[in-house]
Nanobody, 123 residues
Framework: QVKLVESGGGLVQSGGSLRLSCVGS????????IGWFRQAPGSGRQGVVC????????YYVDSVKGRFTISKDKGKYTVHLEMNNLKPEDTGVYYC????????????????WGQGTPVTVSE
């Protein structure tokens, strides 16, 4: 049974940093891409950044480029999202998800999801 567990969310002031982690287990193949999505109150789930099974990285939100960094522990389904210079508009619940092989940034393409970790950035 595949399971994804996020951690690392919290409350931070504008300009601060957080490091989210997503730990995956139960995968029977190393062919999955892992993506980070976020959902602000009253909004849909938005793709933020993804790392494919071949370690290609795709960003889906221009405003996080240069501030957010995705990385993956070698040989594991453990993916981190380093978030620096956080802004109030980064507030939301952050989810990691797994889709087969490539990164699409489309929530509907993802097979597996974690439970989410909330991030709140105050002014």
């Amino acid at each position: 049974q595949v399971k994804l567990v996020e951690s690392g969310g919290g409350l931070v002031q504008s300009g601060g940093s957080l490091r989210l982690s997503c730990v995956g287990s139960g995968f029977t193949s190393d062919g999955y891409a892992i993506g980070w999505f976020r959902q602000a109150p009253g909004s849909g789930r938005q793709g933020v950044v993804c790392i494919s099974s071949s370690d290609e990285i795709s960003y889906y939100v221009d405003s996080v480029k240069g501030r957010f960094t995705i990385s993956k522990d070698k040989g594991k389904y453990t993916v981190h999202l380093e978030m620096n210079n956080l802004k109030p508009e980064d507030t939301g619940v952050y989810y990691c998800g797994a889709e087969w092989k490539t990164c699409t940034g489309l929530a509907g393409e993802y097979e597996y999801w974690g439970q989410g970790t909330p991030v709140t950035v105050s002014e």
